[in-house]
């Protein structure tokens, strides 16, 4: 029988689980529930938050609070890395070098350098790094861009999540703002949903921020926005903001222009006071609202603007589960995924850049580079 007719099943990836956080805690989750993934450890800071994240589970699965440690005792195939911006680029590479396929939450690292690091490390080892770039698996989202196409170009793109965050939710952003701004965590997410939106290589990019709490450390803020410009003329602005001073107005913008009408996110509910620093909310996108700027011969719209319901609405736990099975693929059918890592080393310019001009004061031409948002699901 010839390699081409083995049906039979492929080995489970074994994996360990490095990070309980809100992250962390959807991708184990997503593990357990994948016939093609076996979970081998769970590598936290804490043993408490350890045991928890077991005890929701349902399973023992053996507990480590240094990675180099888990990673010996557990010789996993891959690694999930849902820790810290600041420690993604030795974990993974440690990874990388043990052998491993890794998945990595955003921001693929803290740097530029350490995120090419990371890529070229990838290259080197020949092994697979997928980047926690959720919205990629969000069929909402994936149709908001297929409609932006339509519109035209240059496009104006609009775009903020900031959150009102209080209790363990400000600890955490308190603790993620040590080593990078709310723009380089959460940006990178939504310079890559406009990078796909246009095709095109962006080249300018400016960036403010503001420091609205004694609490964090000197030189870091907790308010920012980016503005960026394209080689096609589009333009598009984000803002990010963590912290129980941040305003719940008009929080949640997903608004895209272009010459032939626009395409907004209308989620209602997960727009609504006190959803701003829910996990959950954050992806939810509920309706999109086309509207269609072409008039008639009275000077008038010529169409009303359309509604768009989409039934296929994954929570935060369901888009996890798409992103690890999107991983398992990549492992088990070797799929390419040179563009996939291209694609967050230019978002993460992008978010670098405006930090940059912030601190600066000046605009970032940003070099020639690849053409950016190539790589699709």
């Known amino acids: 029988m010839s390699a081409s007719d083995d049906t039979s099943p492929q080995p489970r990836v074994r994996?360990?689980?490095?990070?309980?956080?809100?992250m962390g805690r959807s991708h184990a989750l997503a593990y357990q529930a994948i016939d093609g993934f076996e979970i081998v450890g769970i590598c936290t800071r804490s043993k408490e938050s350890g045991a928890k994240l077991n005890e929701e589970l349902g399973s023992d699965y053996p507990t480590y609070q240094d990675f180099d440690e888990a990673l010996q005792a557990t010789q996993?195939?891959?690694?999930c890395v849902s820790t810290w911006p600041d420690?993604?680029?030795?974990?993974?590479?440690?990874?990388l070098e043990a052998g491993c396929h890794v998945f990595v939450e955003k921001p693929l690292a803290d740097s530029v350098e350490a995120a090419?690091?990371?890529v070229a490390s990838a290259l080197a080892t020949n092994r697979k790094v997928v980047v926690g770039y959720i919205l990629r698996h969000h069929p909402s989202w994936n149709r908001f861009i297929e409609i932006a196409h339509t519109l035209g170009k240059p496009l104006v793109m609009r775009m903020n999540l900031n959150q009102s965050s209080?209790?363990?939710?400000?600890e955490t952003h308190k603790r993620l703002m040590s080593t990078v701004s709310p723009i380089v965590d959460c940006g990178v997410h939504y310079v890559d949903v406009m990078c796909q939106m246009t095709g095109s290589r962006p080249v300018r990019?400016?960036?403010i921020g503001a420091r609205l709490t004694d609490e964090l450390p000197e030189g870091m803020v907790?308010?920012?926005?980016?503005?960026v410009t394209f080689e096609d003329g589009s333009v598009g602005w984000y803002e990010a903001g963590w912290g129980p001073m941040m305003s719940e107005t008009a929080f949640f913008v997903k608004d895209v222009v272009g010459p032939k009408g626009s395409v907004s996110i209308v989620a209602e509910s997960a727009s609504s006071t006190g959803q701003s620093d829910n996990v959950d909310a954050h992806t939810k996108t509920e309706s999109i609202r086309l509207h269609h700027g072409k008039l008639n011969a009275e000077g008038n719209f010529a169409r009303d603007d359309e509604w768009i319901h989409l039934e296929d609405e994954p929570d935060h736990d369901g888009l996890c589960h798409r992103e690890q099975q999107f991983f398992l693929d990549a492992i088990q059918q070797d799929n390419d995924l040179?563009?996939?890592?291209?694609?967050?080393?230019?978002?993460?310019k992008i978010v670098a850049a405006a930090d940059e001009s912030f601190r600066t004061g000046k605009t970032i031409e940003l070099q020639s580079q690849e053409a950016v948002g190539s790589e699709g699901l």
């Open 87 to 95: 420690t993604h680029a030795r974990f993974v590479t440690t990874a």
């Open 222 to 227: 907790n308010y920012g926005q980016l503005q």
């Open 166 to 170: 209080s209790g363990a939710t400000w």
């Open 116 to 118: 090419e690091s990371i």
């Open 205 to 207: 990019v400016s960036g």
């Open 15 to 22: 994996i360990l689980c490095v990070g309980a956080g809100n």
């Open 76 to 79: 996993p195939d891959a690694v």
């Open 338 to 348: 040179t563009a996939h890592l291209q694609d967050a080393v230019n978002s993460m």
